[in-house]
């Protein structure tokens, strides 16, 4: 019979003492040293740990490990990280060719006394899977959900266990990840960075391993850059300007990037808006990547690649209904946020029955959507039968929502923008890939160069070149 029994955080801290091949530092900052004490607790420490360290005085861990401008973020746990894996590959050669060195790391922030900060923090190991052999790092980002500061450290400290334990046993990357939630309620804590590297994970896509954060639960909402490069999201939009354009994007065609286009101008034309303070990011839904048989992995990557050809930043969420991700955006950002969306989208989002399970009904979404600087900027579609353009003005609500629709209308919460070609109205992107998989020509025409050329040479879709 299989083994189905997930170790407790004792007995993963006692099986990592009681390997003689496993040794390192532990560097904790700004929450006590919770997974340190864990291997401490459990006996036999003196063979997993070399040192650990709790340079809480900002002096002192400037000394050791350099300035920096926020202490708990990424680039400060990739210092401590090299620092500690260094000295330890250093003053440890005895023992180098029989033991796989580690250091593990973690700056994080819990509630202050007040609760009027967000618990989170940057957790990382660096590590060999072989003695003498090549340094993997395995760093994540958590959220802290707990309302007292001792209960986010307990669940650090279980993190911490978890994720030396699993990257020093295990060797799949999707295992690795979900056994991060052992041992830990859901509920406590949300891992919304994750990225898995080195010579033993070479062929790790972590924009995939994004995804399954968001497909398995560790995760509402992840992100990563046009090179594929993971980001976290806070730290990606703080104070930025945001303009986000949710599809399917399969693939992308020109009235996609023409409401991209025509809603960024809108939202420029509100007031000057710098350039380095603006995002753009392509949205896509877990909904929005499930069909019949689930999510493919290939086709997630066939239009993440194409949207990475155009130098769209991506965000997977499991956010299907947009005042959830008008919430969302406005909790990571205190900038202005533009949704670009088409009429449909506008009519669904004044659908009464899309909200029969919240209690205040369709007013407490538009309290979530609407609120601060969040705007949605509405493409216009055209009639099927008279080829005319149907744009917010054309809309018509029943009852109340006529004047709620009104309201917001005039008050600068839902903007028209304009099509720069109105010819893209015609183009859908189900015909688009019909065509790319039936070997038909002329699909060409309704993609962007960078889109044709990134589905020719990398046989995107399951396209297939024609004599």
Known sequence: MPNNHTPSTKEKALAINLDRSIYGTLAEIGAGQETASNFFKVGSASGTIAKTMSAYDMKFSDEIYGKTKRYVSEARLLRMLEHEMQLIQERLTEIAPVTKFFAFANTVETLNYQKTNQGHGWLGLRFQCEPEGGLNECVIHVLLYDNEASLQQQVLGVLGVNLIYACTTMSDPEEIMLSLTDNVASDRFEVDFFRLSGPNFSTVDNRLMAL?????????ATMFDADGNVLQPQEALYKKNVMILRGRFRPVTHVNMDMLHAGLQAFREDEPIEEENLIRISELTLHGLTD?????DTDFLHRVDILGSLGQRVLISDYQRYYSLANYISKVTR???GIVLGVKGLQQIFDESYYHDLSGGILEAFGALFKNNVRLYVYPSSHPETQKLVCIDDLEFPGYLKKLYQYLCESGKIVDVKPTNKDNLAIYSDDVLS??????TGWERMVPPE?????????LFDYQETD
């Open 212 to 220: 399954k954060l968001v497909k398995n639960g560790l995760s509402q």
């Open 292 to 296: 019949e048989a689930g999510i493919d």
């Open 435 to 440: 065509m790319i998989r039936s070997g038909q």
């Open 451 to 459: 889109v044709s050329e990134a589905i020719k040479s990398k046989s």
């Open 335 to 337: 900038g202005k946020i």
